[in-house]
T-cell receptor
């Protein structure tokens, strides 16, 4: 069964709307979660690293004020796309490593397809 | 040049054929992942390798650390294997993944 739950799976909304995407770890605690974005026919790109209890680390070129990340608990990270515009339409996916240490596997949410009209 | 290169980009084969997808990387890694992305976008982790070879059902993954190369093999391919297969490496010392562009595999019945 899924170990990382991502919600919603599909969002269609008007330009200017803020959209929140949730990523939950099931049956394990995730001090770190990752948020990725994938444009059509392109590779996944890391947007930010979400750290429980502290500020997220954003990759170069990703607007912090545009993509708000909150990791308030050990099982939940949220990504809010603020004032979304059509160019933000993309596939967003989160992942979380289980356990500590770099040799632990990562588990992925099913992703959220965001379409901004 | 990308840090993770996959080949081929696209692969179409007949049901039953033996499939090989290759991944080369240029950075020091602590682990390499092979993942499968379904048409709807969801990603499933197939293997995580740091050395040698792993097998799960009809899937086999190998890695050669010295040559910085990994291969994913599918034996007795089936149309349900049609998906995008992605190689991703975890750079030394952290969790972050560096992604290959993916290989789109279509298996025809």
């Amino acid at each position: 069964g899924a170990v990382v739950s991502q919600h919603p799976s599909w969002v269609i909304c008007k330009s200017g709307t803020s959209v929140k995407i949730e990523c939950r770890s099931l049956d394990f605690q995730a001090t770190t979660m990752f948020w990725y974005r994938q444009f059509p026919k392109q590779s996944l790109m890391l947007m930010a690293t979400s750290n429980e209890g502290s500020k997220a680390t954003y990759e170069q070129g990703v607007e912090k004020d545009k993509f708000l990340i909150n990791h308030a608990s050990l099982t939940l990270s949220t990504l809010t796309v603020t004032s979304a515009h059509p160019e933000d339409s993309s596939f967003y996916i989160c992942s979380a490593p289980i356990g500590q240490g770099v040799y632990q596997p990562q588990h992925f949410g099913d992703g959220t397809r965001l379409s901004i009209l | 040049k990308n840090e993770v290169e996959q080949s081929p980009q696209n692969l179409t084969a007949q049901e039953g054929e033996f499939i090989t997808i290759n991944c080369s990387y240029s950075v020091g890694i602590s682990a390499l992942h092979w993942l499968q992305q379904h048409p709807g976008g969801g990603i499933v982790s197939l293997f995580m390798l740091s050395s040698g070879k792993k097998k799960h059902g009809r899937l086999i993954a190998t890695i050669n650390i010295q040559e910085k190369h990994s291969s994913l093999h599918i034996t007795a391919s089936h149309p349900r294997d049609s998906a995008v297969y992605i190689c991703a490496v975890r750079s030394e010392g952290n969790y972050q993944l560096i992604w290959g562009a993916g290989t789109k595999l279509i298996i025809k019945p």
